[in-house]
């Protein structure tokens, strides 16, 4: 079965540059959540998307934006990448008109910001 | 604020007996309680979910039990096997509105499974 795609898997970036990480979701899931985790941490919600337009905003800070596109991939931009900004991003799908919202996570973008 | 405890951040277990994890949770009234596996730099994997009026799913090996009066979830697996070593996180999430959906994650508890 088709499972949620991220890429890259794996990302190194400078202070202050700017990452781009793409997420691809399970055909015919219409929502997409983003969260972020810290090492030792629990997986914490940025921003979710339904049917391409945004539906809710959790922690996110000014400095990353988000946007989910015509075919549902959606992409989490992120500028001036600070030391903290190191840590798993998860992108996880769901099929909402089902009714509930189990999520599908993808395997993780690593992003360490030297 | 919402606040959700899973009740240790370890357990150790023999292997062939049934592992009980908690799930506490205070300011929220969740529609859905949801259970995740996470094994290491991988994504969370769905297990189980129960709604506010359900008190008990079960599937497989698998039980979780939803108290909305004590705020409280119980995970029960039995006949536990080494494989089922991993990190287990406890998400809530609302029934409605622009935060439908939105999970929002206990600390988890690491599971160990001893042969």
């Known amino acids: 079965a088709a499972g949620v795609i991220q890429s890259p898997r794996h990302l190194i970036k400078e202070k202050r540059e700017t990452a781009t990480l793409k997420c691809y979701p399970i055909?015919?899931?219409?929502?997409v959540y983003w969260y972020q985790q810290g090492p030792g941490q629990d997986p914490q919600f940025l921003i979710s998307?339904?049917?391409?337009?945004?539906?809710d905003k959790g922690s996110i800070p000014d400095r990353f934006s988000a946007q989910q596109f015509s075919d549902y991939h959606s992409e989490l931009n992120m500028s001036s990448l600070e030391l903290g900004d190191s840590a798993l991003y998860f992108c996880?799908?769901?099929?909402?008109?089902?009714?509930?919202?189990?999520?599908?996570f993808g395997p993780g973008t690593r992003l360490t910001v030297l | 604020s919402q606040k959700i405890e899973q009740n240790s951040e370890a357990l150790n277990i023999q292997e062939g007996k049934t592992a009980t994890l908690t799930c506490n949770y205070t300011?929220?009234?969740?529609?859905?309680l949801q259970w995740y596996r996470q094994d290491p730099g991988r994504g969370p994997v769905f297990l189980l979910l129960i709604r506010e009026n359900e008190k008990e799913k079960r599937k497989e090996r698998l039980k979780v039990t939803f108290d909305t009066t004590l705020k409280q979830s119980l995970f029960h697996i039995t006949a536990s096997q080494p494989a089922d070593s991993a990190t287990y996180l406890c998400?809530?999430?609302?029934?409605?509105?622009?935060?439908?959906?939105?999970?929002?994650f206990g600390q988890g508890t690491i599971l160990t499974v001893h042969p």
């Open positions: 996880a799908s769901s099929p909402l008109e089902r009714g509930d919202n189990e999520q599908f």
């Open positions: 300011n929220y009234s969740p529609a859905y």
């Open positions: 998400a809530l999430s609302a029934s409605g509105g622009t935060s439908y959906g939105k999970l929002t």
């Open positions: 055909p015919r899931h219409d929502t």
């Open positions: 998307f339904y049917e391409k337009m945004q539906s």
